[in-house]
């Protein structure tokens, strides 16, 4: 007879679950939006002109044109992401490790090679200054620098959590360098409505720019959950104040990027907010 | 902010070098207005990365016209449109103008038009 099933096995791996379910739901959500959802609240506002959405349609197709569809990436990654929750359902890896090399990979698919579909003869540019900070506030990076420091605080006094920590801090910083280089790349204009080309260009990188800070961020904010959870025996009372401080830190950060990041996406999203976009009355 | 699609195109095709075509149209864009006195431009690396050309193509063009007073530079600030651009200066215009009709009527002599033929041509283009 078959010993009967213990609930207390399925909690006692709810770390390896929770991961496996983050990689899987976040990824299918953020694989199949391909970063364009201020464009749909741009095109679902109330307040956007007709004119101004008839130009926004023909500013996307040509942005579609021009877009390189590396399907072989999505398909790749879509694969990879399968193999690593497989391998961390079965504790061939562990969490940490398949969290932080499942956000890299997420991360290299959502800054596709935008530019390889970029071969127009003619080169356009919009004669406005950009600003980095524009698509990717200094606020949010500050956030994340404290979130990781505070991760790496958090697992200084344990030996084995050490290398673990280290990895998803790198993790995070190098997801932080991505979103940087995209948020100051150069734009994609085909140059038939420069100026709504442009404000699409920037609605994008701006999505695309905030997406990856969330996907830095969440990760830190994952780990010291489950590196909460780890507490021990052996730990003193300084200890544990310690991780309870850097846990908190961490959760503050993450709230914060998360926060700001809704709040600034429905800003640039609003056509009141966009040079010609808005009806003239309401 | 402006609706007018302020925008420059480098055309590799042309026989233009580029960083002419990009000084040609900036000043262009000032002489209509569009381009506003004190108006930021671009920086450099910027416009560069957008028109896919080197830095030093937008650098030599952006040179070209702080010497001719079109734009101010302000150092790690940028660059902007001049308080008081030459186009503003009547007399400048009519140079200019001048300056250009006299190169395009002599690549047409070169080419072997008589000057009643290219007098009867500019007096239909106005017209057109």
Redesign the interface.
């Known amino acids: 007879m078959n010993p009967p099933l213990q609930s207390n096995w399925f909690f006692a791996h709810w770390p390896t679950w929770s991961v496996a379910f983050y990689i899987l739901g976040l990824s299918a959500s953020l694989l199949a939006a391909r970063g364009d959802s201020p464009i749909v609240l741009l095109r679902d506002s109330y307040w956007l002109s007709d004119e101004y959405a008839l130009r926004l349609g023909q500013a996307c197709a040509v942005h579609e044109e021009i877009k390189a569809r590396p399907t072989w990436l999505y398909v790749g990654a879509a694969s990879t992401i399968a193999i690593l929750v497989v391998l961390e359902m079965t504790s061939r890896i562990p969490p940490f490790a398949a969290m932080a090399l499942w956000s890299l990979i997420l991360a290299s698919c959502m800054n596709p090679a935008l530019r390889s579909g ?1 071969s127009a ?10 600003r980095t900070a524009d698509s990717l506030p200094p606020p949010w990076l500050l956030a994340l620098a404290v979130a990781a420091t505070a991760i790496l605080v958090m697992v200084s006094a344990s030996p084995h959590e050490r290398m673990q920590g280290f990895l998803i801090a790198c993790s995070s910083a190098l997801i932080a360098v991505m979103a940087w280089r995209f948020a100051s ?3 994609i ?1 085909r ?1 038939n ?3 709504v080309e442009e404000c699409l260009d920037r609605l994008l990188r701006f999505y695309r720019a905030r997406n990856l800070i969330l996907l830095a961020v969440s990760q830190l904010f994952f780990f010291q959950m489950f590196a909460m959870q780890d507490r021990g025996d052996t730990f003193t009372l300084s200890e544990v104040t310690m991780r309870f401080v850097a846990s908190l830190i961490v959760d503050v950060a993450y709230v914060f990027v998360l926060f700001r990041a809704q709040r600034m996406l429905m800003r640039v999203s609003d056509p009141r907010n966009i ?2 976009a808005a009806r003239r009355s309401a | ?13 042309l026989k233009t070098p580029p960083y002419l075509q990009i000084e040609d149209q ?1 000043r262009a ?1 000032v002489e209509r207005g569009d ?1 506003q006195p004190g108006m ?4 450099v690396r ?2 560069a ?5 080197a830095p030093n193509t937008v650098a030599r063009a952006y040179a070209d016209l702080q010497q001719d007073g079109w734009l101010v530079s302000e150092g790690r600030r ?1 660059t902007r449109v001049a308080g008081s651009p030459p186009s503003f200066d009547k007399g400048t215009r009519i140079e200019a103008l001048r300056e250009s009709v006299d190169g395009f009527v002599n690549t047409l002599r070169h080419r072997g038009f008589t000057s009643a033929e290219i007098t009867a041509a500019l007096r239909v283009v106005p017209r057109q």
């Open positions: 970029r003869k003619k080169r356009v540019a919009v004669l406005r200054p950009r790349s150069p734009t204009l140059g409505d420069p100026l040079p010609g | 902010m402006s609706e007018v699609p302020l925008a420059v195109t480098v055309d590799p095709d900036i864009l381009l930021m431009l671009p920086t910027q416009l990365g957008d028109l896919e050309v940028g």
